[in-house]
């Protein structure tokens, strides 16, 4: 199997990468790392698979038909996996077009080069090629206290510029596989957390700016919910959907772990407080600061993910006990990889929270 992935060079493609070029056994001949390489791409997150001959990167964007066909045949590819986009919903508030131009007019012209390249291939591979979609539970708007989790079935109702320009995606995506019989896959995951996770996202900048000694910003009250997904385990139901999901389907993605975001914010410091203390002896938790609400900030978000373990056997290995504690953990140890990205790439004064 060839594969092309996009937005390969970001938090939750790399591990994705990362996870198939590892595992022992894969049947991946060529994995094509195709990334823009913006704010949140990163080549330093796959530096240490340079050496892997099935690893190829391309610098460029999904919304260039011409090099994204290019791709496409001189690879002979077999399916696309596509993580790119624009995803920090502050970014989307502050400037929504860039979210449409990658998000959407990306997305579109991804699949109309995907459709061409898919059209011509010989049978058996032409019913074996797949195109999958990674999207968010943002899609399906908020919930209340009391809400069922969303399912597949729940109607769209995005709340913020970014939400809306995936949710579009989602639609085309479907549109193609209807109107075109592209077979095309989407999942909606909720909130990822893990290695490699860009420092402007909740957990990475509580993490870093505790050790900075700097306040640790909470949106409102803190009481946003929601359900926090360790990102190895996303990038291992994105691999068996790919493989074994039916065709046209979407599949939700969820951690099983509901928190509100000061409870987040809280368990990290107590685990900064065990694993790197400060020297004053006072806990992180002293650095927490509430600041002025996001506009249109979504109360909660939770996923059901039934459908995915029902069909396809799939579970989260990972509790949101020991999914933070690894992630702690890998924060700690790799403070050269957080200082080069937020030195190079984004000035640490203007990371704000997302979540």
Same mark, same amino acid.
């Given at each position: 199997m060839n594969i092309l992935v996009t937005g390969g060079a970001g938090f939750i493609g790399s591990n994705f990468v990362r996870q198939r070029l590892t595992e022992s056994g894969s049947p991946l001949k060529k994995l094509v790392n195709l990334d823009k390489l913006t704010y949140a791409g990163n080549p330093a997150n796959l530096a240490d698979l340079a050496g892997d001959p099935r690893y190829v990167f391309a610098h460029g964007d999904i919304g260039d038909e011409a090099l994204v066909a290019k791709l496409l045949a001189d690879h002979d590819i077999d399916a696309v996996v596509n993580f790119a986009a624009e995803s920090h919903v502050d970014r989307s508030i502050d400037s929504p077009e860039p979210f449409v131009q990658t998000n959407v007019v990306g997305t579109l012209r991804l699949l109309n080069a995907t459709k061409r390249h898919w059209a011509a291939l010989p049978e058996?591979?032409?019913?074996?090629?797949?195109?999958?979609?990674v999207s968010t539970d943002e899609v399906y708007g908020t919930l209340s206290? +009391?809400? $069922?989790?969303? +399912? #597949? #079935? +729940? $109607?769209?109702?995005?709340?913020? $510029?970014?939400?809306?320009?995936?949710?579009?995606?989602?639609?085309?995506?479907?549109?193609? @596989?209807? +109107?075109?019989?592209l077979p095309t896959l989407t999942t909606n995951c909720s909130n990822n957390y893990g290695p490699y996770h860009f420092p402007e996202k909740l957990i990475p900048l509580v993490i870093l700016n505790a050790l900075d000694q700097k306040q640790l910003p909470v949106y409102g009250d803190g009481q946003q919910i929601r359900d926090w997904l360790y990102v190895e385990d996303h990038a291992a139901a994105i691999w068996l959907v790919l493989r074994q999901g039916r065709v046209g389907e979407t599949y939700n993605v969820g951690g099983l772990n509901e928190r509100p975001n000061l409870e987040v914010v809280q368990r990290i410091c107590a685990l900064l407080d065990e694993k790197s203390p400060r020297?004053?002896?006072?806990?992180?938790?002293? @650095?927490?600061t509430f600041v002025a609400d996001r506009p249109g900030h979504d109360r909660r978000y939770a996923i059901n993910c039934d459908k995915l373990q029902r069909e396809l056997g799939w579970k989260p290995q990972q509790t949101f006990e020991t999914g933070l504690a690894k992630t702690v953990d890998w924060y700690l140890v790799h403070r050269?990889?957080?200082?080069?990205?937020t030195q190079k790439k984004y000035s640490r004064e203007r990371l704000g929270t997302k979540a």
């Open positions: 058996p591979r032409k019913s074996a090629f797949r195109f999958l979609h206290p +009391t809400d $069922p989790a969303f +399912t #597949e #079935e +729940t $109607p769209f109702a995005p709340n913020s $510029p970014y939400a809306a320009s995936k949710a579009a995606s989602d639609h085309l995506v479907r549109a193609y @596989q209807h +109107t075109f019989k020297k004053d002896g006072k806990s992180y938790a002293t @650095q927490i050269d990889w957080c200082n080069d990205i």
